[in-house]
């Protein structure tokens, strides 16, 4: 028989064990419903879904905008990761480019709250989604004007707008109405957007303009 002492050990382990499980389960079942629904997504359906009380999702995560700052946070982690893995192993600059951004807009269409925050905190230098795909967007926009294939002018913050842009497509023409959607029709606009930055074009660029002037 074990000791009070060890008892207590144990009891804690336990309850250690169920709230990581319990933590777990939380992010996962926000995940989906962040993805199917965005961030206005209630919290008690996170909780239902998860299979944990309100009390306990709280305990977790105080406030919604922690929990969904954990789950982007996560989200964004593991697609930087893959977009970096997918650059490096594309030996053709111009290819290396367009599936960037073809894989990077096929994951908005499935992941309703991570186009949304992207979007929305695209300029913000200390947002997840900015510091986290910045640095594979600026290896890209350098091997492309290395290799002499992307347009001159063309800068790293203009890609990361361009996805943005591109990304609030995906929102008109995906995640809507069935009456009103046309599924991948935003690949349309990615072809045109893709052809417009080729090398080739070499009208200059509209100068950027600072912030408070027009």
């Known amino acids: 028989m074990e000791a009070p002492e060890q008892q207590g050990e ?3 382990r336990v309850m250690r064990a169920d ?13 989906t419903v962040l993805a199917e ?8 359906e996170i909780a239902r879904l998860s299979g944990v009380g309100m009390g306990t999702l709280y305990r977790h995560f105080p406030t919604k905008d922690d929990l969904l700052g954990t789950v982007l946070h996560q989200e964004f982690l593991a697609w930087a990761e893959s977009a970096r893995r997918t650059a490096a192993s594309t030996e ?4 290396a480019l367009a599936e960037f951004f073809d894989q990077a807009l096929t994951y908005h269409a499935h992941h309703r709250a991570v186009m949304q925050c992207y979007a929305d905190s695209w300029s913000v230098a200390t947002a997840d989604c900015t510091l986290l795909l910045r640095p594979v967007i600026n290896e890209l926009l350098a091997r492309a004007h290395a290799a002499g294939v992307l347009r ?7 890609l990361a707008l361009l996805l943005a842009s591109l990304g609030q497509t995906v929102l008109l023409t995906e995640q809507c109405s069935p009456q009103q959607c046309h599924p991948q029709l935003w690949r349309r606009l990615l072809r045109i957007s893709l052809d417009g930055l080729r090398a080739e ?14």
């Open 10 to 12: 144990t009891r804690q």
């Open 19 to 31: 709230a990581a499980r319990n933590r777990a389960a939380i992010i996962d079942a926000a995940s």
């Open 37 to 44: 629904h965005g961030s206005a997504t209630d919290v008690r």
């Open 92 to 95: 053709d600059p111009w290819t």
């Open 152 to 158: 001159a002018g063309v800068t790293g913050a203009d």
């Open 201 to 214: 074009h070499r009208e200059p660029l509209p100068a950027v303009v600072a912030p408070g002037h027009s």
